[in-house]
């Protein structure tokens, strides 16, 4: 069973910035599609942001040009990188792993691996 772990998540004014991490089981990140997920108060989880193997990124409308997903092989680090944010960025987060082949896009059905979460909270 795969262990990821998020940290990160706060409180910020509309227009900051955070930055999470997920750390992960040592390997994950070169043989797994990964993901951040978010799910807001009282609506289902849905995908922000995927990265390949070979670290293409894919990004969920609402935070495409404001949030940045990369990896770190050596530390075995996941990192969302959150500019701009919004209220309606208020949610918590989760990190996914998909150890599966096939597409490598932020669908909540094809990840196996989740973590616990952590909290993003913006306000106005």
């Known amino acids: 069973q795969a262990q990821l772990v998020e940290s990160g998540g706060g409180s910020v004014q509309a227009g900051g910035s955070l930055r999470l991490s997920c750390a992960t089981s040592?390997?994950?990140?070169?043989?797994?599609?990964m993901a951040w997920f978010r799910q807001p108060p009282g609506k289902e989880r849905e995908g922000v942001a995927a990265?390949?193997?070979?670290?293409?990124?894919h990004y969920a409308p609402s935070v495409k040009g404001r949030f940045s997903i990369s990896k770190d092989s050596g530390t075995n680090t996941l990192f969302l990188e959150m500019n701009d944010l919004r209220p309606d960025d208020t949610a918590t987060y989760y990190c996914?792993?998909?150890?599966?082949?096939?597409?490598?896009?932020?669908?909540?059905?094809?990840?196996?691996?989740w973590g616990q979460g952590t909290q993003v909270t913006v306000s106005s």
């Open positions: 990265l390949e193997i070979d670290g293409k990124p």
């Open positions: 040592g390997g994950l990140l070169s043989t797994s599609c």
């Open positions: 996914a792993a998909k150890r599966t082949g096939g597409y490598c896009i932020p669908l909540p059905l094809l990840f196996g691996d």
